[in-house]
Every structure is written in structure tokens, then in C-alpha cells.
């Protein structure tokens, strides 16, 4: 048999921006090693980095293909990793304010952050489970250290702990699918496991039905789905904030493009399977998401709620099982990528070493200190809750009527019920910023990476509840070679 040519094994183009991360990466593990480092250095050179990653994302061509077929680069992949690439540069432009109000070392956290964004963008352009699974866990040891990061923090230790126990449950649930999902089709390319699966008629075998079956758990852990959502709370209040701002957008994003993919190209003829499993998770996720964060007093956990409610949202159009569920579905986590961002960038505003900044009491009276963060606060508040004309609003709209549009119309019923119920905690922080007197604290001025992704986030926000189209037409778009 001949040797295929090692040409065709790895071609460069379809993984350049990876390629980049990972040289930039290893760059400044080097630079970090030396004991003097200005302290804008890891940053500046980080997001200059991330923005080159991001001009590379957009000329490839769609369709090439890498390592044997096993990634590719088309027109879904670079929506997300477009995603997880803004998370990353808005995340290191307000990293710096928040390392110097609790003396956090950095020389590990710009290094982790991006070896976590190369695992996501792995994941995503991954078209093979084995590939899928080595992106995986790269992302996910990556931020398993960024949790943990504030070694004298108690709380870090213990979020760390707890997500890296149920991160390795997840991992264990995958393979194990992985295992059913091989033995059984005896591929693991997403794009013959539909023909084998057709061609052996296995749509009701009970041992694909578990395999796909843990495969969905695996990733409804990583999205934070109920009822997979223990870790969620505890990680998000203990890890630092900056930490957990990046991890509520860019692996979530990540894990839902890996979702997607899998289900709507690996097993489109098993949607009456896997679409009830779905709405199960979307369903719960709504109500415990939403119901027991109205008890939250700390804003971190309160965020943490809200992040499985929105899991919740977002399931509801990979469940529908139609093009305009999954566009609607991409375009309301680039929505919740920029509304969640800047309401944690408002976090990071008012953190300090003694834990200010996390409590909702440390809230009241907000209005009268600093009326700018108010309102850039109640901005984001509105979007999240899905208050016209905000994009969230917009978002909730396209996912409530890809689902009717499917013929789940008790799963938009329940939607719209549950938002109703987030305005309760959402605007009580608002009643805090506005109707209470302001407690004594220090004057604080924006730094200029707060206030330039503040300026990201806000324009992103009120723009696409203005003109909400031009997202879903691009993820549309994106879904024509899927």
C-alpha cells in the first residue's frame, strides 16, 4: 500500500491560529521565567496574540481540512472560535485590574488562559471524537489551574478541587460513550458515524442509545446543565473573578459548538433519541437555574445561576434539530458572551483584596458613587433578563421561535415563564444600585482595559437589540457547509 504524503497528513492553513496561541504560549511561559517582567508585557503581548489569531481565523479558506481529516475550518468553527477569541482579548483587558487589586501572579495566568483557548478551538473545529476529546482535555486541565490559581485563597482550592472531580467524572462519561459510540459503528469521524448508523440500522439499539446518551451528560457537565450543575456555584464564587469571567463564556461556547456538531452531523436521524434528553436538560436548567438564584447573596453565585439558566436558553434551539434552531442558538452565546463579560467587568471594577465587589450589599447605592458603573450595570442587568431593546431580548425572540417553529410549544411557554422569574434577582440589583443609600468605599477611576471591554461589551449589546439580523444572518451563514 503506498505511504500517504506527509503533506497530506498536516496541512498548516486550517490550524494557523492554533499554531500562533500555542507559539504564543510557549513565548511566554519564557518570558514569565525571568524574575523582572514589566508588568504589561504578559498582557499586551497576549491580546496582541489573540488578535492576530483572529485576522488568521478569517483567511482560510472554509473547508480545509487538517491531521487526516480529523479538523476542519469552516464556517461554524470560526463563528465560535470567534467566540472564545473576544472572551480571551476581553478577558486579559480586564485581568490586569483585577491581578493588582488581589496580588495575583501572572506569569502562569496569561499562559493557562491560552493553552485553554487552543483546547477550545481544538474542540470546535474538531470533526473526529478522538480529536474532540484531546482538545478537551486540554481546555479543561488549562482551567481546572486557572480556578486554583490564588493558592492562599481556601475558596480557590476548594473550586479547583471540586471541578477538577467532576471534570474527570465528565471525561470518564465521554469515554465511555466514546467506547459504545466505536465498538458499535467502528469509526469515530462525525461524518460516517450518520452513514454507518443508517447503513446498519442502529437508530434503536439500545447500547448507541446509552453511549450517545453519556456522550450528552459529558457535555451537559461542561455547558453546566441541570441536573450536571453541582460544581457550577462553588467554582464561580471561589475562583478568581477574571477566572471565572473567561469560564463563563469561552468554555461554555466551546462546549455547546461541540454539542451541536456532534449531535446535528454524528446523529441527525436519532433527533427523536436525543431531543427529549435535551429538553429534559433545558427545561431543569431553566427552573433550577433561575428559582434558587433569587436566594443568592453573593453577586459571583448569583452569576453562576443565572450562567445554568441561560445553558438552559441556549439548549433550546440545538433541541429544536433545524438550521434555524442552531443559528438561533449561536447567535443568543455571542449575545451572553458580551452581556455576561461586562457585567463581570463591572465586578472586577469594584473587586479588591477584602472580597468587595462580590457581595450584592456592596452594591447599594452604586447610583450615587459611581453612576457610570450603575448604569453600564442596569444596562447589562436588562439584557440578561431579556428587557426590549436589548440584545437579550433579541436573543430569547430567535430561540423562542425556533422552538415554536419545531412544535415545542410548552418548551417556550416555559421559557418565557422562567425569564419572568430572573427579573426578580436581576432587578433587585438594580433596586440595590438605585433605592438604597450608599455605603462608605474608596472612589474608583476605570482602568483603560476595564473601560475599553466595558466599551466592547456595551456597544455589542445595544447594537445587536438594535439591529439583532446581522448575527443570525452570519451564523446562518455559517451553518451552509455543516
Known amino acids: 500500500m503506498n505511504a500517504v504524503p506527509p503533506l497530506m497528513l498536516f496541512s498548516v492553513s486550517p490550524v494557523a491560529p492554533e499554531l500562533v496561541l500555542v507559539g504564543l504560549g510557549l513565548l511566554l511561559v519564557g518570558i514569565a521565567s525571568f524574575p523582572k517582567v514589566p508588568k504589561l508585557i504578559m498582557p499586551s503581548v497576549t491580546a496582541l496574540g489573540a488578535l492576530v489569531a483572529l485576522m488568521l481565523l478569517y483567511t482560510t479558506s472554509s473547508g480545509a481540512t487538517s491531521l487526516m481529516n480529523m479538523l476542519v475550518m469552516d464556517g461554524y468553527s470560526r463563528f465560535f472560535k470567534t467566540i472564545c477569541l473576544v472572551a480571551l482579548l476581553l478577558t486579559v483587558l480586564i485581568s490586569e485590574r483585577y491581578r493588582t487589586a488581589v496580588d495575583m501572579r501572572h506569569g502562569e495566568y ?286 430569547k425572540l430567535y430561540l423562542l421561535i425556533a422552538i415554536m417553529n419545531a412544535g415545542h410549544l410548552w418548551l417556550a411557554l416555559g421559557a418565557v415563564l422562567f425569564s419572568a422569574i430572573s427579573a426578580y434577582y436581576y432587578l433587585r440589583l438594580v433596586r440595590y444600585m438605585y433605592m438604597h443609600e450608599a455605603k462608605p468605599a474608596p472612589r474608583l477611576v476605570f482602568s483603560f482595559g476595564v473601560a475599553a471591554a466595558l466599551c466592547v461589551s456595551v456597544f455589542g449589546v445595544a447594537a445587536l437589540g438594535v439591529v439583532p439580523s446581522a448575527v443570525l444572518a452570519w451564523a446562518g451563514q455559517a451553518m451552509l457547509g455543516f
Request: aromatic share 10%; glycine share 10%; proline share 3%.
Open 110 to 395: 496569561y499562559c493557562l488562559m491560552i493553552f485553554a483557548v487552543v483546547g477550545m478551538m481544538v474542540m470546535i473545529s474538531a470533526v473526529d471524537l478522538i480529536m474532540l476529546y484531546v482538545g478537551l482535555e486540554l481546555m479543561a486541565l488549562s482551567v481546572y489551574c486557572l480556578v486554583g490559581l490564588l493558592k492562599h485563597d481556601t475558596r480557590a482550592n476548594e473550586a479547583a478541587l471540586k471541578y477538577f472531580l467532576m471534570g474527570a467524572f465528565s471525561s470518564g462519561f465521554f469515554l465511555y460513550g466514546l467506547t459504545l459510540i466505536y465498538g458499535l459503528t467502528g469509526t469515530t469521524q462525525l461524518s460516517e458515524l450518520a452513514q454507518r448508523i443508517a447503513l446498519l440500522d442502529l437508530s434503536a439499539n439500545y447500547a448507541l442509545l446509552a453511549g450517545l446518551g453519556l456522550v450528552a451528560v459529558a457535555f451537559a457537565f461542561k455547558v453546566a446543565a441541570a441536573p450536571f450543575h453541582m460544581w457550577t456555584p462553588d467554582v464561580y464564587e471561589g475562583a478568581p473573578t477574571a477566572v471565572t469571567a473567561f469560564m463563563s463564556v469561552a468554555p461554555k461556547a466551546a462546549s455547546f459548538a461541540v454539542l451541536g456538531r456532534v449531535l446535528m452531523e454524528g446523529f441527525p436521524m436519532m433527533h427523536d433519541q436525543w431531543g427529549p434528553l435535551l429538553a429534559v436538560f433545558a427545561l431543569l436548567s431553566m427552573a433550577v437555574g433561575n428559582i434558587v438564584a433569587i436566594a443568592q447573596t453573593n453577586i459571583k453565585r448569583m452569576l453562576a445561576y443565572s450562567s445554568i439558566a441561560h445553558a438552559g436558553y441556549a439548549l433550546l434551539g440545538i433541541l429544536a434539530g433545524t438550521a434555524e434552531g442552531l443559528s438561533a442558538t449561536m447567535n443568543y452565546l455571542l449575545i451572553y458572551a458580551l452581556m455576561s463579560l461586562g457585567a463581570f467587568a463591572i465586578i472586577v471594577h469594584l473587586s479588591s483584596r477584602d472580597g468587595r465587589g462580590e457581595r450584592l450589599e456592596d452594591y447599594k447605592g452604586l447610583a450615587q458613587d459611581n453612576p457610570l458603573a450603575a448604569l453600564l450595570m442596569l444596562l447589562f442587568m436588562f439584557s440578561l433578563t431579556g428587557i426590549p431593546p436589548t440584545a437579550g431580548f433579541m436573543g
